[in-house]
Nanobody, 126 residues
Framework: QVQLEESGGGLVQDGGSLRLSCAAS????????VAWFRQAPGKEREFVSA????????YYVDSVKGRFTVSRDNGKNTVYLQMNSLKPEDTAGYYC???????????????????WGRGTQVTVSS
């Protein structure tokens, strides 16, 4: 079992940048596809991005393509989400997730992932 912890959230102005980190403990993160989800108040948890175990394959929701970049450093057991050109509609709690029954990197449903961090809040002011 792997434990995940997100960090790097905060308050930023419209157009600003943040880099989120998802640090793993308990098991080697390279064993897992890792995904980022976000959830705004009153809304369902939404897929943002995913990265394959080697980092070669990545996926993004259309609304963040060209602005967000997911990457991983398996030597540091950490996955990153670089968020540029942030918009107020990006405001949400951001969660990383890993594991699940499948090893596919194109899974976009929250219930397909077994392990979750507690999240980090991102607030973008207009």
């Amino acid at each position: 079992q792997v434990q995940l912890e997100e960090s790097g959230g905060g308050l930023v102005q419209d157009g600003g940048s943040l880099r989120l980190s998802c640090a793993a403990s308990g098991r080697t993160l390279s064993d897992y596809v890792v995904a980022w989800f976000r959830q705004a108040p009153g809304k369902e948890r939404e897929f943002v991005s995913a990265i394959s175990r080697t980092g070669i394959i990545t996926y993004y929701v259309d609304s963040v393509k060209g602005r967000f970049t997911v990457s991983r450093d398996n030597g540091k057991n950490t996955v990153y989400l670089q968020m540029n050109s942030l918009k107020p509609e990006d405001t949400a709690g951001y969660y990383c997730a890993a594991g699940g029954l499948s090893s596919r990197a194109d899974r976009r449903r929250a219930d397909e992932y077994a392990y979750w961090g507690r999240g980090t809040q991102v607030t973008v002011s207009s």
